[in-house]
């Protein structure tokens, strides 16, 4: 089953796909970007943030002075690891924390490594004074004094701000997710016929403008380039500026991708409508459609004068818009320019806006009356007791929905709530403030949260699995650890009875292991690898990343190659995996590679040991069967 929601590909290629959009539209910075070894030596003359050395802090005078200062690496992320003093429950949630610190030391680290890493900083230390500021105003006590600020659930007109020229802006305090909306009713009016729907990130400090996440632009009388009417979309970053303009309809309509299977551009659009009706007509040389004298009139989804209901949904790849009920557009999401970090919505132009909604917000639920809150904590750790299994879920930091949906569910598992097995979801933080203070209060809440000392990118996201490598074997001691996502259904009783069978303790990757991929060479490919990231012509067999295993010598290896900066970085996440074990391989450790064909990582199957791309919902679905003592039966929505 696809679902809009529900990508065709696995996670991991969507690093790809968006990295494939960047090189198309920067060449030039090709090198910075697509190199997976950061190296800040021989990048200096190409990287966007060449004012950061990897020098020991140097004595700033005149710490104003910041547009010209140097900033070490130490001195970024000075912040996020100095001592402070946390509370027990507070130290749950850091247990990774401290070990995180080589990260950034390294040199290897990814495109974008420093700008998460200064930006979780400065994300952190707003953090740390709201929970000391907290903290002494209900005089010691731990406890968070109510909760006035929430996540809101939804947003209408009444929250947004008019501006003088005709447009409006409306705050979302907590980012979108997917399954997140945003719907506009309004007239196209004035006489340019030109309005636009920007999705902004946070304010850079320093910058006049916040990056735009997505501009939609929308031309009735067409442009420079078109008499007719378009729509172009685009992002825009102080660092890269805009991107390559989607327009609808393309330029080249058989370039027209799809995203979320579908299409970047409706194929209707610009096309000939027969009088009076919506469809385009079949423009077939023999028939041609009659018309008397005037132009053939072109389809558009929007007309002025006329009310339109636009809903620009949040999938897993892309924006999808639809127009009146009918998908128009759909725009892939950017390296850095994920949906989680919009923080604003701004409509403006040649538009009466009538209404507008954001819904399925990211909310997180209120604990203090939840009634099952004890059997939702997880069961201490017992540092002296071997662990037969720690599973690693990577998650977002606004994906409240999802993590409790994990809670209620496979976390439920009796060999989870005795401790055999223990589970923790590993979060980067977010820019935005009230995210971290309800990422915070759920850690303190369920102490299931292990937090990165970076911003959440997913650019990054295989600092994620040294991290699970160093929690199930610095932290706890498990004979194996599993990663999955949060959107992962695992059946956790079904991995250890397969792990008894195979039997082995030493060298095993368990999962859906492909041992017959290959780089994408093709530069236009969505997924393309510059032979600078991986030179050889297959990749070593990996496991699809919503669920694999490892056993804890390849795991201990990890951080321990890790810490003497040895591990190549790559950024798909499930592949390093296979990179890192094929290098151990290498060095004479005999490796098992295990294939269960019952995970599953575009989706669910009847029998599945792991389904992937299940929403909070369908979770609750699957483990309801699996209570109900049917067989391992799928959900869909
Ligand atoms: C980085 O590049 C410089 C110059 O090209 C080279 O000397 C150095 O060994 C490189 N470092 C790494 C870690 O690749
Ligand atoms: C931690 O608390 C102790 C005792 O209350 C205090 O002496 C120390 O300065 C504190 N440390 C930090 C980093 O706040
Ligand atoms: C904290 O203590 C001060 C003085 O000891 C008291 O005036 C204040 O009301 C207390 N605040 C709370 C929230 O208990
Ligand atoms: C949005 O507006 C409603 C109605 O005025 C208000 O109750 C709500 O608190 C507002 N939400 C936010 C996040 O400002
Ligand atoms: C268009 O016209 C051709 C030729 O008359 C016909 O074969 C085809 O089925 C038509 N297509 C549609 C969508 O009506
Ligand atoms: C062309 O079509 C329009 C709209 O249907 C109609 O008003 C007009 O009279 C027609 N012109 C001719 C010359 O048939
Ligand atoms: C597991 O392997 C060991 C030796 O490799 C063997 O002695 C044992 O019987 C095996 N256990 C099972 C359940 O197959």
């Given at each position: 089953m696809k679902r809009w929601y529900g990508g065709v590909f696995s996670t991991s290629f969507i690093m790809l796909l968006l990295l494939g959009y960047y090189i198309v539209q920067n060449p030039i910075k090709e090198n910075y970007f697509t190199s997976p070894v950061f190296n800040y030596t021989n990048t200096l003359s190409t990287n966007p943030l060449e004012w950061i050395t990897m020098a020991a802090p140097p004595a700033d005078p005149n710490p104003e002075n910041s547009a010209q200062k140097v900033v070490s690496i130490e001195k970024i992320s000075s912040s996020l690891f100095r001592p402070r003093n946390y509370s027990l429950e507070e130290k749950e949630s850091l247990h990774t924390w401290n070990h995180l610190k080589e990260l950034v030391s390294h040199s290897q680290v990814f495109p974008n490594a420093v700008d998460a890493i200064r930006e979780a900083g400065g994300a952190w230390n707003n953090l740390m004074s709201s929970v000391e500021q907290e903290r002494t105003q209900s005089n010691g006590s731990s406890q968070r004094s109510g909760k006035q600020k929430q996540c809101p659930h939804f947003l209408s007109k009444m929250n947004m701000t008019a501006l003088d020229d005709n447009s409006f802006k409306l705050w979302v305090p907590c980012g979108l997710t997917q399954g997140s909306s945003v719907t506009i009713i309004g007239i196209p009016n004035g006489l340019l016929g030109n309005f636009k729907?920007?999705?902004?990130?946070?304010?850079?400090?320093?910058?006049?403008?916040p990056p735009i996440i997505l501009h939609y632009n929308v031309r009735l009388h067409g442009d420079k380039i078109t008499e007719n009417p378009v729509i172009v979309q685009n992002t825009?970053?102080?660092?890269?500026?805009?991107?390559?303009?989607?327009?609808?309809?393309?330029?080249?309509?058989?370039?027209?991708?799809?995203?979320?299977?579908?299409?970047?551009?409706?194929?209707?659009?610009?096309?000939?409508?027969?009088?009076?009706?919506?469809?385009?007509?079949?423009?077939?040389?023999?028939?041609?459609?009659?018309?008397?004298?005037?132009?053939?009139?072109?389809?558009?989804?929007?007309?002025?004068?006329?009310l339109s209901v636009a809903t620009l949904r949040v999938g897993s790849e892309g924006f999808q818009m639809t127009v009146d009920g009918r998908h128009i557009?759909?725009?892939?999401?950017?390296?850095?320019?994920?949906?989680?970090?919009?923080?604003?919505?701004?409509?403006?132009?040649?538009?009466?806006?009538?209404?507008?909604?954001?819904?399925?917000?990211?909310?997180?639920?209120?604990?203090?009356?939840?009634?099952?809150?004890?059997?939702?904590?997880?069961?201490?750790?017992?540092?002296?007791?071997?662990?037969?299994?720690?599973i690693g879920v990577f998650s977002t930091a606004n994906n409240f929905k999802r993590r409790m949906a994990v809670r209620r569910t496979w976390m439920q598992y009796e060999v989870v709530r005795s401790g055999q097995v223990a589970v923790r979801f590993f979060v980067g933080l977010h820019k935005n403030q009230m995210v971290n203070?309800?990422?915070?209060?759920?850690?303190?809440?369920?102490?299931?949260?292990?937090?990165?000392?970076?911003?959440?990118?997913?650019?990054?996201?295989?600092?994620?699995?040294?991290?699970?490598?160093?929690?199930?074997?610095?932290?706890v001691s498990s004979?194996?650890?599993?990663?999955?996502?949060?959107?992962?259904?695992?059946?956790?009783?079904?991995?250890?009875?397969?792990?008894?069978?195979?039997?082995v303790t030493r060298g095993l990757l368990y999962g859906l292991i492909n041992s017959d991929s290959h780089p994408h060479r093709d530069p236009d490919?969505?997924?393309?690898?510059?032979?600078?990231?991986?030179?050889?012509?297959?990749?070593?067999?990996?496991?699809?990343?919503?669920?694999?295993?490892?056993?804890?010598?390849?795991?201990?290896?990890?951080?321990?190659?890790?810490?003497?900066?040895?591990?190549?970085?790559?950024?798909?996440?499930?592949?390093?995996?296979?990179?890192?074990?094929?290098?151990?391989?290498?060095?004479?450790?005999?490796?098992?590679?295990?294939?269960?064909?019952?995970?599953?990582?575009?989706?669910?199957?009847?029998?599945y040991v792991v389904a992937h791309y299940q929403s909070p919902r369908e979770m609750l679905c699957l483990w309801q069967k699996l209570q109900e003592g049917k067989r391992a039966a799928c959900c869909s929505d």
């Open positions: 729907i920007d999705l902004t990130g946070e304010h850079i400090p320093g910058e006049p403008d825009w970053t102080v660092n890269h500026d805009w991107g390559e303009e989607k327009r609808c309809p393309p330029p080249n309509p058989e370039k027209n991708k799809k995203v979320d299977d579908l299409e970047e551009c409706n194929a209707r659009v610009g096309q000939d409508v027969k009088h009076g009706q919506n469809r385009p007509a079949n423009v077939s040389a023999k028939h041609p459609v009659t018309h008397n004298g005037s132009n053939p009139k072109k389809y558009f989804p929007f007309k002025q004068g006329f557009s759909s725009f892939a999401y950017h390296e850095t320019l994920e949906p989680w970090l919009v923080s604003e919505v701004r409509i403006s132009g040649d538009i009466k806006l009538i209404s507008a909604v954001a819904s399925g917000l990211p909310t997180s639920e209120d604990s203090e009356h939840m009634i099952d809150l004890d059997v939702l904590k997880a069961p201490p750790l017992s540092p002296r007791k071997q662990l037969d299994l720690f203070d309800e990422l915070w209060d759920e850690a303190r809440t369920y102490g299931d949260i292990q937090l990165m000392p970076f911003i959440d990118y997913y650019s990054i996201i295989t600092w994620k699995t040294i991290a699970i490598c160093i929690f199930g074997t610095e932290v004979k194996f650890v599993m990663k999955t996502d949060d959107d992962a259904f695992v059946r956790v009783d079904e991995i250890l009875t397969s792990l008894k069978s195979v039997n490919s969505k997924w393309y690898i510059s032979p600078e990231e991986w030179s050889e012509e297959t990749y070593p067999p990996w496991a699809h990343g919503p669920g694999y295993v490892v056993s804890s010598d390849i795991a201990k290896a990890i951080y321990k190659n890790h810490k003497k900066g040895h591990l190549k970085m790559f950024k798909l996440e499930d592949v390093a995996m296979g990179i890192w074990i094929a290098d151990m391989k290498k060095k004479g450790l005999e490796v098992r590679y295990e294939k269960d064909e019952r995970i599953f990582n575009e989706g669910c199957k009847d029998g």
